[in-house]
């Protein structure tokens, strides 16, 4: 019956905000609240939710494998990752202690546990809105998954630190998982496509990776993390996280739902989470200052800054173990900090190009090295993004020796590219300043290749508007977001699908061809 409810309440208010333009997780949070809101009058049970809490552990522990899945290790020992997350840390704690100690009249040790959980920023929010945009491999979304990496292992030492308990001896075996690439390497190609690579993901992130670094008296989340990560540089890291994509779903799903059932404030609940909700965005304008510090440009500062600015489920579970009486209160501040997040980040792209020009006044000179403004040369073709239809393009273009390159956000792919002899660099097409600064004296055609719509819509529009009459191509798999592309100034925008069933199509004739001049 309970679970009944559940599927109803978040289906009907996740639809419900949909409708109105704001994410889905936003009405599971309040399907949580309504539960229980309506529970004594309806009769809905609401102890007894251990299922639910196991599904919504459940769900963080797939989403940071796949987010371990996206990361390379060396893009957290960079400086703005390990300084930005340490430094913000520092900071927040030594605001929000004394803050909390003076108004509040809170003890010392309360207030600074309740500054500790405050600092931390949300992984699974902030993960799901990147994941959603497509921008976990852009150069933001890189920096604000490393200093949420950073932020979870800060969380950790705390919470050992706090509870008193100490991990096993044998947690040393961690620093043997490495030696295990091989053979989880080797299961991975041999998986298949189909449900043995689900099995073997959810085996890997819950089994191994989550139980496992729980026996050694280690986080199942770092746990579920490391693994991840360690299947990174591995061909099909994409697809396995594809393949996991839809349990990872529905099992955040309870996640949020658990975060709204748990419990109904009281009056001083809600001004704390309020007040809290109200001091939100001090969060990220000292994020976007630490990150203009270590030389990234606005727009990455800001774009990363958002996506940090709420509070963090890791500081529900810090509160559980040392302030457990602040669980209710956290709750509601971590939710209301998600209703902010979730739908302004939607925004973030607008936003920017709105205040950019304003925003860039504070940086600072020169720029960070995966920054460097862009010039194409003496490029006549520019091909944005180079996935499978990118690079595609590009193999069939280069026999032709016209001059050519080509951008993506994803510094790892770029490096494959220069390896295999392409002329590939690093731009993100979603940068307004990037087509503002852009150098192409040559260029006459532009083939828009990136998987995000948004992506195109944008490169496209600021091509246009910097002067470029040259022809702008692209493709798209559905008919709306073709018509957005080309209303955005593309010359021609290709449906995907209806192309390749043409293009099949052809292979017939090519096909009966060469079957005829074998048969004479």
Known sequence: ??????????????????????????????????????????????????????LAHLGVLLLLF???????????????????????????????????HLIMGLEWYTALMLAVALSFSSTVLAAKVLESKRELRAFHGRVAIGIL???????????????????????????????????????????????????????????????????????????????????????????????????????????????????????????????????????GVLFFFLLLMFKLRARSAFLSGLSLTNYSEFGLIVASIVLPQWLIPLAIAVSISFLVSAPLYRLAHPLYDRFGSWLSRFERKGFHPDEQPLSVGDAQILIIGMGRTGTAAYDHLKPRNIPMMALDSDPAKVESHVKCGRNVVFADAEDVQLWRNLKAPALKYVILAANDVEAKVTAARQLREAGFEGVIVAHSMFADHADAITRAGADHTYQTMAETGVGLAEHIFSAAKLKEEAWL
Not at 45 to 50: K, M, S, Y
Not at 197 to 223: D, N, T
Request: avoid cysteine; charge should be neutral.
């Open 1 to 54: 019956m309970i679970e009944a409810v559940w599927i109803i309440f978040a289906f009907g208010l996740g639809m419900g905000v949909k409708l109105i333009g704001l994410p889905p997780l936003i009405g599971y949070l309040a399907a949580g609240f309504a539960i229980v809101a309506v529970g004594d009058y309806a009769g809905i049970p609401i102890q007894g939710t251990e299922a639910l809490s196991h």
């Open 66 to 100: 796949t987010v371990g899945l996206k990361l390379k290790v060396r893009n957290l020992v960079r400086p703005e990752v390990i300084g930005g997350g340490v430094l913000h840390f520092g900071i927040s704690i030594a605001l929000f202690t004394p803050a909390l």
């Open 149 to 283: 990496i950073v932020q979870d292992l800060l969380a950790l030492l705390v919470m050992a630190l706090a509870s008193g308990k100490t991990p096993s001896a044998w947690a040393l075996l961690v620093f043997a998982v490495p030696l295990l690439r091989p053979l989880i390497y080797k299961l991975l190609d041999i998986s298949g496509h189909e449900e043995l690579l689900v099995l073997l993901g959810l085996l890997l992130a819950l089994v191994i990776g989550g139980k496992g670094f729980e026996l050694v008296g280690l986080s199942s989340e770092l746990g579920a993390l490391a693994f991840g990560a360690l299947l990174a540089n591995h061909r099909r890291a994409g697809e396995l996280s594809q393949s996991l994509w839809s349990i990872k779903e529905v099992f955040l799903v309870g996640f949020f739902l658990q975060i709204g059932m748990g419990g109904l404030p009281d009056t001083d609940a809600l001004v704390f989470a309020l007040v809290m909700g109200l001091v939100l965005p001090l969060k």
